[in-house]
């Protein structure tokens, strides 16, 4: 398999452009981030990695902790057209209208694999969704469990069940 593994859904979507664009800047960062080798590297270390790359291509991203170094997008609008709910997200492509969530070891055991998709379901402009989810993560018991696996078979499943519409044209979901 190559890396990284990705899919795009809805399954008859043709892959846009940026799609390629994306895949190898994370193809170019995989001895970096690449989580059958780093099992400790979390979702920040991965962002931090293909920051330089993503912001050359136009994207917003997360640089820190601190609220300038953060992205948030509009959620709501209140009084006077001022924003009265955003959510953080870890990057934004602005051209395309990609949010970008990577998770690290929370992404599928904690839920943050669903959280994120309907906390992104709700913001503003959102076009598109890309979500990482690590192809290898050790914790306890449990040795190189593939959250991006694991995640790629519940997308398939909402949209294969046509019981949940999601607003996005497109979800790519990569394993890192």
Same mark, same amino acid.
């Given at each position: 398999?190559?890396?990284?593994? +990705?899919?795009?859904?809805?399954?008859?979507? *043709?892959?846009?452009?940026?799609? &390629?664009?994306? $895949?190898?800047?994370? /193809?170019?960062? /995989?001895?970096?981030?690449? *989580?059958?080798?780093?099992?400790?590297?979390?979702?920040?270390? $991965?962002?931090?990695?293909?920051?330089?790359?993503? &912001?050359?291509? %136009? +994207?917003?991203?997360?640089?820190?902790?601190? @609220?300038? /170094?953060?992205?948030?997008?509009?959620?709501? #609008?209140?009084?006077?057209?001022?924003?009265?709910?955003?959510?953080?997200?870890?990057? +934004?492509?602005?051209?395309?209208?990609?949010?970008?969530?990577?998770?690290?070891?929370?992404? +599928? /055991?904690?839920?943050?694999?669903?959280? @994120?998709?309907?906390?992104?379901?709700?913001?503003? @402009?959102?076009?598109?969704?890309?979500?990482?989810?690590?192809?290898? #993560?050790?914790?306890?018991?449990?040795?190189?469990?593939?959250?991006?696996?694991?995640?790629?078979?519940?997308?398939?499943? $909402? #949209?294969?069940?046509?019981?949940?519409?999601?607003?996005?044209?497109?979800?790519?979901?990569? %394993?890192?």
């Amino acid at each position: 398999m190559s890396y990284p593994e +990705w899919s795009l859904f809805p399954r008859h979507l *043709s892959a846009p452009s940026w799609v &390629e664009e994306f $895949v190898q800047i994370v /193809q170019k960062n /995989q001895p970096i981030i690449n *989580s059958y080798e780093h099992n400790k590297f979390d979702s920040d270390e $991965v962002l931090k990695a293909l920051e330089p790359d993503l &912001e050359s291509n %136009g +994207w917003q991203v997360e640089t820190g902790k601190k @609220d300038k /170094q953060k992205i948030f997008r509009p959620v709501l #609008y209140g009084d006077g057209g001022k924003t009265r709910v955003s959510y953080e997200i870890d990057g +934004w492509n602005p051209e395309h209208k990609i949010v970008l969530e990577v998770e690290s070891g929370r992404g +599928w /055991q904690g839920n943050a694999f669903y959280r @994120d998709l309907i906390r992104t379901s709700i913001i503003q @402009d959102a076009d598109f969704l890309i979500l990482g989810m690590r192809l290898s #993560y050790s914790y306890g018991n449990v040795k190189n469990q593939n959250d991006y696996l694991k995640a790629k078979e519940q997308l398939d499943a $909402v #949209y294969a069940s046509g019981r949940l519409s999601l607003p996005f044209k497109g979800i790519l979901i990569f %394993g890192w």
